[in-house]
């Protein structure tokens, strides 16, 4: 049991605990926060697996982004404080036990996959060079396809997010 | 062996008379309709006696035998190589006696008409079914092959549906015309699945190959019919039942005869001719056409005997308590068809013992014309007093000296009193009883009696009891100045036609008969045996005063006969109350038990179960409806679900 | 002679109907367009029995075959033998009556005409077609113009009827398609003649049989799914009932022959089922008919009696019963067409079908009242006419097989040439003869265009009673060819 | 990093995954459920950066995926909230269960 795995299991316990309260808990504005300790978590596990980019990605797009992003979508749509409602005891039932069977199913299967090795043989560092020349290069693993297309779809969502959200005042219902 | 090939223009005329007639006969022709449908039939009379003189005198016996010729045969509807349905014409001595006798009342009655029905609106469409009548008569009679017949029967059965109905307005005349319609039709399944039998069996649907197989008894045929058996009888049984059933039901025999008194509902000629002469003796000319075949079976041929004797006997004793005149004569026209039925059961096939064949041609040859005699003079009668009932007539003989004449004759004649027709063949009819089948001679004797107790009680009742009625005065009044009839009986052409059936009740008793037309075609000797005659002339006369006692001079006498027979009496003038059990039997047991639950069937539960695919259908939709909630969270569930189910499908069950 | 005119001509009528103004240029467009079709269908008749006098017997005349659809192998192979070219002249003079009846329709005339004449190509299409899927395909062309028909023209609860209706013959053509494809799957061609000389594999036919026929006997009417023959019928307007009952019926019939052709083992492992049910739907149908009160319900259930003959022929799988069949099919279909055009012209002008109602018709409408005893004795089965030619010929089919039970449905079937006299004399009785009602009195007769329509039937009837070895002549070569062809599986019971 | 095998972090990217679907199936508020589906592409991305990272060592495509992954997140997120305010401003509340217009 050395070093790495204990903070391999700390940082795998922070994202699953993290997870699960920011499934679960009655407040909203509380199960936002979770979400950004959960988000956190796993870059802490990226950086856990030495691709430093992608942690940093990570937490520059998700934890900065995409989360700030949420508790603004809670501020406008309602206040924080008020408790959310609760679901449907059937539904929750029922959706536990669909997510326990599903992990029980997928573990099952990883649990009698024997393809995969136990660690690799191959020390993996990338760098960031690597990566940025990769992403524009056109040769055969080059990336540069889905770049231009991943700028338009940004471009279109920016779009869109406008036209939705833009409707003028007098249509909002008092 | 001269060509017979214009004997085709026998039935030709009266056909073509028909097509003229129906396609142009109401517009334009209605004028001359009746002397063109009389033209045409006297053509074909003389054109059928020159045949019969042709074949009975110039041609003759060939060795003692007269030869059958098939005159024609066109293959008209192939079922298989050897069976199939071929027009032909088979000229034979009783294919030439009824030619003659058919043409010649056909043509009576066509110049009766003349009168009678004159003054009628559908004068034209009367002729044109009267010639359609006499051609599918005449084409039943000559046709060769056994489905010809059939086909003919269908027409005769169509002919005289339409001449029933004629006067259509009155529901009485097209309830009998749908109900002679339908038994006779009833009795023709019989007949045709009686064909299917024969033909089956036979290989071969002409009349001739038929007769010449099953009458060899080793021929392959025979053996595979009579091996057959089916409910314990051989299938030769079976089919000439069956046969006989169709000629049953269109001669009015006992079960199948309810349709003939109804009948009278149409114009009093067609009955002369249709109820009289010739559609119902088709019945016996079929038995007869078929006689060697019927020989061969002795089960087929006692069935014939007894429904003739019990016919003859049934309608003789309801004869005598019907009051509407053409009833009366229905009945005695049926009673004479059990006597013609029961000879040709009893007789043998060939020389001596073929007497009762020769006897029974013999009685229809001479009761044709008497009886049509008879109906037409009941014709003017009624033409005289428009009422069929006897009571509103009485004392006629002085306004219709010649009806009254002519109808004496024939009484006379068909009481079987010597010097006339009826004494001949009906005494060979009971010769051949006497030697065959004492029990049938018993019932011939005692119905022979009745016939001409109830024959008379009809001439009196018309001609003498009561005098003359006021109703008849005023009719003489009104006719007087008709053109040139004093009597008021009408015009000549009603008398004449009386005239000269008369002259024939009288003369047809001395022809030859037994020579030209016998089973084998050999002549027979006969003799008139003048000790076994002296019981039926003496019987028949003894009813003859019975009859006169009763009803000379209006009395009581037969009230009180009538009522000291009481019930028997009633249910004789019911007519046994044998409609009322066919009306019970398609009233209340068809209609309702059977027609009516398929009726509610088809309507509720063959429809209903398509209906109830429908129902289910859209009650599936109803509930799988559900599942469409509109709750996004759901419809991941099931997605899930789906998911979840395919991956364990294709990773644990299907490799 | 190209068989392709057969159909052209019709989509031709079509179009200019279409194209036209008014109802005096659509009804005079369509009459032409229908003469000229039937006097092609005499030529056509014409030099097939100049070819086969020539002696040319082969199995099927003026082929011609183009691919379609090379993928599945369909190709558009066309041809016609004895049976289907008297189906063709039974199509175009039931058209001709069809068109000549509804030549007052001024309710949406223009798409009135058109569809009639699209049904009426769908068939010709059908008749011609000797391959599978084409035929199929001509089938389906037919349907659809039959639910409009009765939809938008039809009386009573007309859309409930046409719906009925419609679904019906969809699930029969589902059940067809599936019995075809199941045979394509096993021979790999749709083509009939390929197939038949192929032959397939008994099992095969043991499993797609029943599909096929029942998909096809739906059209005929057979029993257990034939209600929608007097829903159908009663409410489509005349000139539908005559097509529906004069050809729709027949495409049943003749798809059931050339099924029963196709597998032969199978039509004689089955045949009993297909006898027993025939034979209920014969006498059913006679009783049925006898409880109805409206003339056009009569005439639906009689319908469903005589269809019941074509299947008895066909299910006895001998010549003469299979000969019987074909003659049947265009009687009946001649017969009906008939039938259904005098109670049209009687509910033309009395608007009541309700034979209670109706009386005496014989002196106010002579012509039309002979018509319709015509077509009752016609009905009835009387000789002189072409009813008594078709049942005498399956009776006598029917009778060859030895087999008690056999012999027993044709002594039934027989039976019901009683009970169908009982029905059609009481219809008579009822509705010609008798008194008549004084507003019925003044009613006018026939016109021109409803004469000539019922002359022209009659002709046709009376052309099969009286002269049978004609089309006797016509068809008996093709059964022949049929009937070898089962020899060949020398399987005959 | 040598003792954990790479089964370790498949257990914890499913935990997570199906911890989400749970967040997904049972939360009524749009915005949570928007949370629970982030969960989700995470664990996804856990997994390619593993698969990269243990089974193909030499090249980059896991990360690469995993890089467009968050874009694409980035843009579902966006989209998702500017429909969730219309939905507030059209149905006053963004209960999903509200929503049912679509239903039969």
Redesign the interface.
């Known amino acids: 049991m050395n070093i790495s795995s204990i903070i391999f299991y700390a940082i795998s316990a922070l994202i699953l605990g993290a997870g699960i309260l920011a499934v679960t808990s009655v407040k909203i504005f509380r199960a936002a926060i979770w979400l950004l300790f959960s988000l956190v978590g796993i870059a802490a596990l990226y950086f856990w697996m030495q691709v430093e980019f992608i942690a940093a990605i990570q937490i520059v797009v998700y934890v900065g982004g995409i989360v700030v992003l949420i508790i603004f979508s809670i501020f406008l749509t309602q206040n924080s404080g008020k408790e959310m409602a609760k679901p449907a005891k059937g539904k929750v039932i029922f959706s536990a036990l669909a997510a326990l069977f599903g992990t029980a199913f997928v573990h099952n299967l990883i649990v009698h996959y024997e393809g995969f090795a136990t660690n690799s043989a191959k020390p993996f560092n990338p760098n960031v060079a690597e990566i940025g020349t990769q992403m524009l290069s056109t040769t055969s693993h080059g990336f540069i396809l889905p770049f231009e297309v991943v700028s338009m779809l940004l471009l279109a969502a920016m779009v869109g997010c406008i036209v939705i959200a833009m409707r003028p005042n007098n249509e909002i219902k008092n | 062996m001269s060509n017979y090939l214009y004997i085709l223009w026998i039935p030709l005329l009266p056909l073509a008379t028909f097509v003229i007639l129906g396609l142009f006969g ?1 517009k334009y022709l209605s004028g001359i309709a009746g002397i063109l449908g009389t033209a045409s039939l006297l053509t074909s009379t003389i054109l059928s006696f020159v045949a019969a003189k042709q074949y009975f005198f110039v041609d003759g016996k060939v060795n003692g035998i007269f030869q059958k010729i098939v005159a024609l045969k066109y ?6 190589p050897n ?1 199939s ?1 071929d027009l032909g014409i088979i000229v034979d001595p009783i294919s030439v006696m009824m030619l003659v006798v058919v043409t010649s009342v056909s043509l009576m009655v066509h110049v009766f008409s003349l009168g009678y029905m004159k003054g009628e609106e559908r004068f034209a469409t009367y002729y044109a079914f009267l010639s359609l009548f006499t051609f599918s008569m005449l084409g039943l009679i000559l046709s060769a092959n056994i ?1 010809q017949v ?3 029967w ?2 005769v059965g ?1 002919s005289s ?1 339409l001449l029933i ?1 004629y006067y ?2 009155k ?1 009485s005349a ?2 009998a ?2 109900k002679a ?2 038994v006779t ?2 009795a ?2 019989g007949f ?2 009686g064909i ?1 039998i024969l ?2 069996y036979g290989g071969t649907l002409d009349i001739g190959l038929l007769i010449e197989r099953f009458t060899s008894i080793h021929s392959t045929q025979f053996l595979s019919i009579t091996s057959a058996s089916f409910l314990g009888a051989s299938m030769l049984t079976w089919g000439l039942t069956l046969v006989f059933i169709g000629g049953a039901g269109k001669s009015a025999m006992f079960p199948l005869h309810i349709w003939l008194p109804d009948a009278m509902e149409g114009p009093t000629p067609v009955s002369a001719l249709i109820h009289a002469a010739t559609m119902v003796v088709a019945g016996v000319y079929l038995v007869a056409r078929l006689f060697p075949v019927f020989s061969m079976d002795e089960t087929a041929l006692t069935i014939v005997t007894y429904v003739g004797a019990s016919s003859a006997l049934f309608a003789a004793v309801i004869a005598c308590t019907q009051t509407d005149i053409k009833r009366v004569l229905a009945y005695s026209t049926m009673s004479q068809i059990g006597y013609m039925m029961f000879a040709l059961g009893i007789s043998k096939n060939g020389g001596e013992n073929g007497l009762g064949y020769m006897a029974s041609m013999f009685h229809l040859f001479t009761h044709a014309f008497f009886k049509s005699l008879l109906f037409l003079g009941a014709g003017s009668v009624i033409h005289m007093v428009h009422s069929n009932e006897m009571k509103d007539m009485g004392g006629l003989r002085k306004l219709m000296p010649v009806t009254h004449v002519a109808f004496l004759i024939a009484c006379l004649a068909i009481a079987g009193i010597p010097p006339f027709a009826g004494f001949f063949s009906k005494e060979e009819i009971l010769t051949a009883a006497f030697h065959e089948n004492k029990i049938v001679y018993g019932i011939a004797l005692f119905t022979a009696a009745l016939t001409s107790f109830y024959m008379f009680r009809l001439y009196f009742n018309i001609f003498w009891s009561k005098e003359a009625t006021v109703a008849a005065h005023a009719h003489d009044a009104h006719t007087s100045h008709d053109d040139h009839s004093d009597h008021g009986e009408g015009p000549w052409v009603m008398k004449l036609p009386l005239i000269i059936l008369a002259a024939c009740a009288v003369g047809v008793g001395f022809v030859p008969f037994s020579q030209l037309v016998t089973s084998d075609g050999a002549a027979l000797e006969t003799h008139v045996d003048v000790v076994f005659s002296i019981a039926p002339v003496v019987l028949s006369v003894l009813a003859i005063l019975l009859a006169a006692s009763f009803y000379k001079n209006k009395n009581e006498k037969s009230d009180k006969v009538a009522s000291a027979f009481g019930g028997f009496y009633t249910a004789a003038y019911k007519k046994f109350y044998v409609d009322e059990v066919y009306i019970f039997i398609t009233k209340k047991i068809i ?1 309702p038990f ?3 639950p ?2 509610w069937a ?1 309507r509720n539960i ?2 209903g ?2 209906l109830l695919l ?1 129902k289910t259908t859209a009650k599936i939709s109803e509930s799988i ?2 599942l ?6 759901n419809y ?2 099931y997605f ?2 789906g998911v ?1 189910v395919l ?2 499908l294709f ?1 644990y069950i299907w490799k | 002679m190209n068989l392709t005119l057969l159909i052209l001509l019709p989509l031709l009528t079509a179009v200019l109907i279409l194209l036209a103004k008014g109802l005096q240029q659509i009804r005079v467009i369509g009459l032409t367009g229908a003469v000229a079709q039937l006097g092609l269908a005499g030529w056509l008749l014409k030099s097939f029995l100049a070819e086969r006098a020539a002696g040319n017997n082969a199995a099927h005349l003026f082929e011609s075959n183009q691919t379609w659809f090379k993928a599945l192998n369909i190709n558009y192979h066309i041809g016609i033998d004895g049976i289907s070219l008297a189906m063709i002249l039974l199509t175009s003079v039931i058209v001709v009556a069809g068109i000549l009846v509804s030549w007052t329709m001024d309710k949406l005339s223009k798409e009135y005409f058109f569809l009639l004449v699209l049904l009426s190509m769908g068939a010709y299409g059908f008749f011609i077609s000797l391959d599978l899927f084409t035929l199929f395909f001509f089938l389906e062309v037919a349907v659809i113009p039959k639910f409009l028909l009765i939809g938008i023209w039809g009386s009573g609860d007309k859309t409930k009827s046409a719906m009925k209706l419609a679904l019906m013959l969809m699930a029969g053509s589902a059940l067809v398609m599936v019995g075809l494809f199941g045979v394509y799957y096993n021979t790999h061609t749709f083509d009939i003649v390929q197939i038949t000389q192929q032959g397939i594999p008994v099992g095969v036919q043991k499993f797609f049989f029943p599909f096929a026929f029942v998909g096809f006997g739906i059209f005929a009417a057979l029993f257990p799914f034939h209600t929608w023959v007097p829903d159908g019928h009663a409410s489509a307007p005349t000139a539908a009932s005559m097509f529906l009952a004069g050809i729709s019926m027949k495409l049943g019939g003749y798809g059931c022959l050339r099924i029963a052709s196709l597998m032969p083992d199978a039509a004689h492992a089955y045949s009993w089922i297909i006898i027993l049910l025939a034979t209920i739907a014969i006498i059913y149908g006679a009783f049925a008919t006898m409880m109805q009160t409206d003339l056009k319900y009569i005439n639906a259930y009689s319908s469903i009696s005589h269809c019941g003959f074509v299947i008895l022929g066909i299910g006895m799988l001998n010549k003469t019963s299979i000969n019987g069949a074909v003659i049947q099919m265009v009687s009946h279909g001649l017969m009906t067409a008939l039938f259904f055009a005098a109670i049209g012209m009687i509910y033309s002008r009395t608007h009541t079908r309700i034979v209670a109602q109706l009386g005496g018709l014989l002196k106010a409408m002579p012509f039309i009242s002979t018509v319709f005893v015509i077509a009752g004795l016609c009905s009835l089965g009387l000789p002189g006419f072409s009813g008594f030619v078709a049942e005498m010929t399956v009776f006598m089919g029917s009778w060859q097989n030895p087999d008690g039970a056999y012999r027993l449905a044709t002594i039934l079937s027989g039976a019901s040439i009683v009970v169908t006299a009982v029905y059609i004399l009481r219809a008579t009785g009822r509705a010609i003869m008798g008194p008549i009602s004084d507003e019925h009195a003044l009613l006018a007769d026939a016109t021109w265009n409803e004469k000539l329509a019922a002359v022209l039937l009659i002709v046709g009837i009376l052309i099969i009673g009286l002269a049978p070895f004609l089309i006797n002549h016509l068809i008996m070569p093709s059964t022949d060819a049929i009937m070898a062809q089962m020899e060949k599986v020398n399987l005959l019971k | 990093m040598q003792e954990i095998p790479l089964s370790q972090i498949l257990f914890v990217s499913t935990a997570l995954f199906f911890i989400g679907m749970y967040g997904l199936f049972t939360r009524r508020n749009l915005i949570t459920m928007l949370m629970s589906i982030e969960l989700m592409l995470n664990a996804v991305n856990i997994n390619f950066v593993a698969f990269n990272k243990f089974l193909f060592p030499d090249n980059l495509d896991g990360l690469f995926f995993t890089l467009f992954i968050i874009t694409i997140a980035a843009v579902e997120a966006a989209v998702a909230i500017a429909i969730i305010i219309n939905l507030y401003r059209s149905h006053n509340s963004i209960d999903v269960d509200d929503a049912t217009e679509m239903k039969y």
Not at chain 2, 628 to 633: A, L, N, P, T
């Open positions: 109401r293959t008209w509807l192939e079922f298989s069976v349905i489905f059939y086909m003919f269908e027409l169509v549906f109905s259509f307005n529901p097209v309830a015309s749908k319609f339908i039709r009833f023709d399944l045709l699945i299917l033909g089956f209609f059977i027609g009516q398929i009726a088809d063959v429809d179960f398509m429908a409806k559900g469409q909630s509109g709750k996004v969270q991941a569930l899930f679900g979840a991956s364990i990773i």
